[in-house]
């Protein structure tokens, strides 16, 4: 069917995209070190920054391709077993409410594509073509949903690919006048060869010239698409809502903590060390079926409202 070959379109695409971010990574972190940083400023007589700089940026690098490994190959969010088995058990006496495109705090919600019982704020993923706990939406750069269990790491992947853009740029743009000097004065060897990736200082090689400009030119698209990735997501986390949950108009968000650093717990754990590094939550605020309310006051005036029958029905 259409709709069929739309989704294995978008997969292919997304599964492209992802092994392009990889990419980039991979030549950000070599470009940077062995030319930029091994041979560029050595040449241009700064090698002396070349150690601090290597110190502040591999960690950043590092953390940023571990978080977008954990995000791609990560869970997002799966409906567990103890879901399951509580539907089973529970039966005919479950409450199933239907599916609407509106906030729905502490109803089971049907979902029309898997024909299961699914928890508050789960979704259905038409590319992956399951339900996700608190499912936010499919990501192509990862290659994967973001939902519960790897929502962290979405964002996560998001600062420090910023963080890597700004470096990249801050470094790499005050070398282009030595570098366009060079060029002009004929001081750039007109070589391609293998032996460029050497970590010595020398003359320049038209290579070290090419790589000084990609990694301009990747630092500067990072910045721009990861400055609107943020821009968006950052402010849904600090609102405690999803992509999905920003549309709804039907109540104030129920979830809502009334601080930005007790909303982005409610993804990242309780405040820690552990908000650095790509890890699963130490102390997580929820088991991705129930979620805090907020203020148990407006929590149960919203509770005690009625679902709007005109609401569009959601899958």
């Known amino acids: 069917s259409v709709m069929t ?12 995209a992802f092994l392009i971010a990889l990419g980039l990574f991979a030549f950000v972190g070599i470009a940077l070190n062995l030319v930029t940083l091994g041979r560029v400023l050595p040449a241009a007589g700064c090698g002396w920054l070349s150690r601090p700089l290597c110190g502040v940026f591999n960690p950043v690098w590092l953390l940023g391709v571990l978080s977008l490994m954990r995000a791609r190959y990560s869970d997002p969010g799966v409906l567990p077993q103890k879901w399951q088995a509580f539907v089973e058990r529970a039966g005919p006496a479950l409450p199933i409410a239907p599916p609407r495109r509106e906030w729905q705090p502490r109803k089971t919600t049907m979902c029309t594509k898997c024909r299961f019982p699914r928890p508050e704020r789960s979704h259905h993923c038409l590319l992956c073509g399951r339900c996700i706990l608190r499912y936010d939406h499919h990501c192509p750069w990862i290659n994967n949903c973001v939902g519960f269990y790897n929502h962290k790491f979405f964002l996560q992947v998001c600062v420090y690919t910023w963080l890597i853009g700004l470096m990249t740029v801050a470094v790499t743009v005050p070398t282009l006048p030595f570098c366009f000097r060079a060029v002009t004065n004929g001081e750039v060897e007109m070589d391609f060869g293998l032996d460029r990736w050497a970590l010595r ?25 990861l400055s609107s990735i943020l821009r968006s997501h950052g402010s849904l986390a600090m609102r405690n809502l999803t992509s999905v949950e920003d549309f709804y108009e039907n109540m104030p968000n129920p979830f809502d903590q009334g601080s930005v650093v007790a909303n982005l717990a409610q993804v990242f754990g309780e405040p820690g060390w552990d908000w650095i590094f790509p890890v699963h939550p130490r102390r997580p605020l929820s088991d991705g079926v129930t979620f805090v309310c907020g203020p148990s006051d407006l929590c149960d005036s919203l509770l005690g409202g009625t679902t709007r029958p005109d609401a569009t029905p959601s899958s």
Do not use: R
């Not at 070290?208 to 910045?223: E, M």
């Open 5 to 16: 070959l739309s989704t294995t379109g978008y997969h292919w695409a997304s599964q492209a």
């Open 201 to 225: 200082a020398g003359a320049l090689k038209l290579s070290d010239v090419a790589a000084t400009l990609g990694l301009i030119v990747v630092g500067v698209f990072a910045l721009f698409l």
